[in-house]
């Protein structure tokens, strides 16, 4: 057993200290001087062609300091994935909906930037707006966009693996059912903002509040033509993203094209309403599900179909569409797995990745549906998921590597804690409990633009002083990451986190990281880091061993000290052995470099889906439903969840929690919904969210384990705990009030109609009644890789 | 048109020449540079930026300083004495009640103002207490442990310690 002194400890995080003072500075906090202020002018307009836009009254109003519209830009067309380059920073023919950019003030302040944005007009010759999955194939006259998979469909797809209706031959029971997930947004507390500054020796540096400063940084140079070298970008800490500040946005390339024309700094900063337009949330998505059952619970096959309602652009929507087929197979045996998938455009804020990317909406319906197949067979649904785990170390039927799987313990320990055996079943009328499982990434298994090159790199540094810097491209959401860094840098050092500084990410002076995004950065930046960090510590321990005379296995680095096993007097002060090691080496800066292992299966899609390894969660849901007035109140939750070796179980506790409440949200409450092409209610008043008073008493259990992927072990904690609260939750109002709603968020309404129906002697069911006309392209029957063991494993890059 | 205002922040007075439509949170951030200020919606339903005034919780996005003349305005930079954090702010880091941080200013302070009045509050008063002020990273669980621990400390007697408080590590 392995002895760790900072690892598995529950340390404040670096940066709390700053953020309970108010020191930590985020992007709107920011003031440089002769600052300009700006203002980005939106359409009001969800479809239409720009007919002319006159910007001369803005220009003259005094206190301005220059107006742009995309004309004033290289006309090039940009996108976060290289298959879908469709949005301007500024619209120029077309506006594609409510809320697209088509101008852009900078001021003296921010209130005449804003008057002047009123002062600029634009004639419109509207077109006709698409606003749902139906209305959008329904309309192949009108397009929205000229590429794609066809009419308005962004990207259609198919993969078949193994026979799935000789599984359905085989089975006991075959299901079918269809659910729909509403849309909803991200809400991050914190309204976008970015400080551009296009300084005299043309070189510019952004300042914004982003997720992924490189990506940013990659496709600046290319939207404002600009070589890469000259730009730098520079990550303020994030208030809040789950996924909402991953793509290059408007306001951050307009803030630097003023700044260039103005010859000042140039902040923007959006307020809340652009926020809820701005979105690239959860994708609403329809979907119907065909699964095959034996007696005993077991999945013979399983046929999934989506629709997900895209919005106006690309963003990261293919790999979205393919996140809602890739992890169903993650979790329970199915030998034989046939996914359609298509994404659509409409007129709406286009969607994109929220903590889950893609892969709530799939979860939710599948874990609805084993809970019916349940009842069906008179089984008992946790035991049945129970009994048909995906085995640890083996490929799935679409060729997934699964390593750890911690799933039963978590099961077994959410039964227990909540008391299911008792309550399951048993509970008074009105009050039911219900089960989720669920899975999730730690960490993409392919980067976003194809590359050999690492995916996080950190550089260590150590010098006389006995200071360490982290140098690391890892941008901290609030998530803990920067903490995470300095917790695993100190294990390997054997100093204390408070000694090491962690530098925000800077594209001038920190190795790339690919970003904060799909439960990526503890493991890749961690394991990244732990290799800079050994390649310090040999370096130091030669040095000492020299000293002291001993072979260096002798060694041990503890309590800042380098001293003999088993003999503390015989060493010298951490800071001392530094000394010696720079005496001896000069500078001592170390990379480190990770990359996944290259699992990917051998099939188009393949790249979405594998990751490292995959964190696992159980979660059970007591609710309080009133028969009268349909209102659900979830009153106690349940929750575990495998997260290999939990570095720091504070932080990760701080993440199940969060996941926990955002599912909530989700389940219950919160959704982005148009009228007309306008948002409904684009303020934090009227979209509902929980407060302290719908959020209950959460109890998480963490089940720890060792996974050779993770960094000392460990598997992610932000994403993966928000997806089994949905379906346990709508489980749970199955069985206190014996009606089922297929279609969240659940409103009183809802589940008034179903009681109503259920009164009425007729299928006790609200949800989809009928799936969209399309055809879906041929599969791509592809071998199942089902049960196959893992690859013995292969020489990760850059690992030596 | 601008008027000279004279505010008492975090005990010091502070003399600004503002147009008399702006905003306590304008003022504040802009003005005075006291950005621990945030702000959510700017519309009274976050809770973001939340400020006392004379100790009661006010929504400062709402508020207008000239409202506030003659009256003890606190923001979170006057929480802590000179090094010495507050109970809340030492609780809040300790237990891992700030993920982004973003809305911890506004919740510190609602929670100051309610320890105040309610020195040991039931986890449902904490409840009540902070329900309009929204926080979308920590599902609230720990900012309420951190409240009832922070009460629990300001009601035994205060530990001795010579080491600047926020640089000890637990």
Redesign the interface.
Known sequence: MKRFSVVGQSLPKIDAWAKVVGETRYADDLVLPRMAHGKLLRSSQPHARIKRIDTARARALPGVYAVITGHDLPRVKFGILPVSQDEEALCVEKVRMVGDALAAVAAIDEETAERATELIEVEYEPLRPLMSIEETLAHPEVRIHEYGDGPNVHKAVSLEFGDVEAAFAEADLVREDAFYFEGNTHLPMEQHAAVAQWGADGKLTLWSSTQTPHYVHRLLAKILDVPQPHIRVIAAPVGGGFGGKLDPFAHEIAACKLSQLTGRPVKITLTREEVFYVHRGRHPVLMWVKTGFKRDGSITGMHFRSWLDGGAYGSYGVASTFYTGALQTVTYKIPAYKFEGARVFTNKPPCGPKRGHGTPQPRFAMECQIDKAAEQLGLDPADMRRRNLVEPFTKTANHLTVTTIGLGECIDRVVEASGWRRKFGQLPPGKGIGIGCSSYLTGAGLAIYWNDMPHSGVVVRADRSGLVAVLCGATDIGQGSDSILAYLVAEVLGIDPKDIRVHPADTDLTPVDLGSYSSRVTLMAGNAVIQAAERLRAKILDAAATKLEVPTERLVMRDRRVFVEGDQDRGMAFAQAVVLAESQLGVLAFPGSYAPPRRAGKYKGGGVGPSPCYSYSACVVEVDVDQETGEVKPAEIWIAHDVGRALNPLLVEGQVEGSIYMGLGEVLMEEQVFRKGVHKIPSMLEYKSPTTLETPEIHTILVEGDDPEGPFGAKEAGQGPLLPVIPAVVNAIASAVGVRIDEIPISPEKVLKALELKRQGKTPRVGPERLPLFTFPAPKVIESAFGQPADTVAERPFSS | MKTLLTLTVNGEQREVVVPVHRTLLEVL?EDL???????????G??G?CTVLVDGEPVLSCLALPIECQGREVT???G??RGSE?HP???A?????A????????GI?LTAQALLETTPVPTRDE???A???????????????DAVELAALRMKAPRPVSTAPA??A??
């Open positions: 951030r540079n006291l950005t621990g200020t945030k702000h959510g919606c700017e519309l339903e976050c973001t923001t979170v930079e929480m802590a954090l809340l702010q030492q809040f880091a300790e237990l891992g700030a993920q982004c941080g973003y809305c911890t200013p510190l904490i409840r009540h902070l329900a309009g002020n929204l926080c979308r990273c920590t599902g609230y669980t720990k900012i309420l926020g640089v590590h637990r």
